[in-house]
């Protein structure tokens, strides 16, 4: 039997998630069928896009737990811990129960292997997608709610039948998997789009809006645009917002996530929670009680330290919103670290600017990009190297009460700072 930390240990060995990325469905559905469809047992709410889409999973999951269902959420990547890509009523699921399921998922993938069904081991994602789907079924989760790992077409999650899709914000990210226009990213984000199942989109651009209503007129999919919706009498602060969400009906929200954008990620997700039939009372009970940390999470107060997953430019644009919405008056000290198939230089130009000092990091992913590159590539001469995130979060702990201290650029980078940083 492995232990949680063999489990862990076996899964980084297949190798980085982007560096060893498998697309296509074949071999999580061979192991899934083997593990007995434990997927086609299952309610869900499939949810794809560039932005947003963990804080939307985390708005409809608590909504769906808010209701009374005992729920399954699958996101990734974790920050801290393997375990936090499975969550079953709102909580990671236990190394125990994790370890139980890599033993059943890997052992099945054995077999394959064995029999000559698969040329490798499926990925880390695949493995830890069936694992997720196999853990939803033992444990009799009654609705799960399910984040598509990267596109949508090809992504080992696209094997659900869900009760509706949710496709949130589609911009430029991992080009050189989903193609460089943002025509081509949309249809490979529309490729989760089924027959018959109704689709909820969050305000998009033009282009990409008119092409997923194409896509879902071809399926017959009947299309809930978030745009119906409105947020009235908005009032924002620096942990999150207040407002009524009016469209189908009215509902005074208080939403705990910080940042302008969240106010149209919850109407996406309130527009989705009432399509599903969740009673009003507890869409509000689930957007108050939502958690999705590392993004625009508040860590320190004194000093003063902010985490942001922010790793595109659509990213970094709501992060500067909100550092000049929130920061004014205050000196600005940037941590950042970048995988190397992000727009590094872009996301530099946007955030940069704003911060007085700007410490580089590695977080020694084999992805990452070279502090000394990005230096060069922003052309920051000033800003300081720390050869590790535990150096560069010593010098973020350095107190100064007129400065704000933000760690982004890479959720990798977020989730080694929070273990430092939040005990």
Not at 68 to 97: A, D, K, N
Not at 349 to 363: C, G, M, N, R
């Amino acid at each position: 039997m492995h232990t949680y930390p063999d489990s862990v240990r076996f899964l980084y060995s297949l190798g980085n998630e982007g560096r060893t990325l498998k697309l296509g469905l074949e071999r999580i559905s061979l192991l899934l069928e083997r593990l007995g469809n434990p997927h086609r047992r299952l309610r869900c709410i499939h949810v794809a896009g560039t932005n947003g889409k963990g804080s939307v999973c985390a708005f409809i999951e608590s909504g769906l737990r808010a209701a009374g269902f005992r729920t399954g959420l699958f996101t990734s990547p974790h920050l801290v811990e393997p375990v936090e890509r499975i969550q079953i009523g709102g909580r990671p699921v236990s190394p125990e129960h994790f370890a139980e399921a890599f033993e059943q998922v890997h052992a099945e993938a054995e077999r394959l292997l064995a029999d000559g069904l698969l040329d490798g081991h499926p990925s880390y994602f695949e493995t830890v997608a069936a694992m997720a789907f196999w853990l939803f079924a033992r444990l009799s989760v009654e609705y799960a709610v399910v984040e598509v790992g990267l596109g949508g077409r090809l992504d080992a999650t696209n094997v659900v039948t869900p009760e509706l899709a949710v496709i949130t914000p589609v911009d430029y990210d991992h080009e050189f998997y989903l193609g460089k226009s943002l025509e081509a990213i949309a249809a490979e984000k529309a490729g989760i789009i089924k027959p018959g199942i109704p689709l909820v989109i969050s305000p998009q651009r033009y282009e990409v809006e008119a092409l997923l209503a194409g896509f879902a007129a071809r399926a017959g999919a009947p299309l809930v645009r978030t745009s119906e919706w409105r947020a009235e009498d908005v009032l924002i602060d620096q942990r999150g917002s207040r407002f009524v969400a009016a469209g189908a009906l009215r509902l005074p929200i208080q939403c705990p996530l910080a940042g302008e954008h969240q106010v149209s990620n919850v109407l996406t997700a309130v527009a989705a929670l009432n399509l599903a039939g969740v009673r009003p009372e507890a869409i509000q009970e689930g957007i108050r009680r939502a958690r999705w940390p590392g993004r625009l999470e508040w860590v320190s107060e004194n000093p003063a330290i902010l985490l942001d997953g922010a790793h595109n430019p659509a990213g970094a644009r709501a992060l500067a919103n909100y550092i000049r919405r929130f920061g004014a008056g205050r000196r600005l000290r940037l941590v950042y670290a970048a995988m190397r198939d992000k727009a590094v230089e872009e996301v530099a130009s946007i955030l940069f600017p704003l911060a007085e000092e700007v410490i580089l990091t590695t977080t020694g992913q084999p992805r990452a990009v070279r502090p000394e590159y990005i230096r060069e590539l922003a052309g920051r001469p000033d800003a300081v190297i720390a050869p590790t995130v535990e150096q560069a979060v010593h010098l973020a702990r350095q107190n100064d009460p007129q400065k704000w201290t933000i760690i982004t650029g890479s959720l990798y980078l977020v989730g080694a700072a929070r273990a430092l940083l939040v005990k």
